[in-house]
């Protein structure tokens, strides 16, 4: 395998980041599309505005905890690649 990508190979590599992107995103936004209707259901309180700051608390926190996933994905990865050599 030669060392540099060939451009086939680097087209198919951004075609599917790209597709795991939109994907990705299209998640986030039919949550906030739906809130209201997750803040009802999820987090019955007697307040409304309540349940909905409790919706998007959690629709937050994805956005927090997503850099944190990838490090340590990132670390693992480095830890088995460190592992095989």
Do not use: C, K
Not at 42 to 62: C, K, N, Q, V
């Amino acid at each position: 395998m030669s060392a540099t990508p060939t451009r086939e190979q680097t087209r198919r590599a951004v075609g599917a980041a790209v597709i795991g992107n939109v994907l990705e995103w299209y998640e986030f936004s039919a949550y906030g599309f739906v809130a209201t209707i997750l803040a009802a259901r999820f987090f019955p309180t007697e307040d409304p505005a309540t349940a909905l700051l409790s919706t998007f608390a959690a629709f937050g926190l994805g956005f927090l905890v997503r850099p944190l996933g990838g490090i340590v994905i990132a670390r693992l990865r480095e830890t088995a690649h460190r592992a095989l050599d």
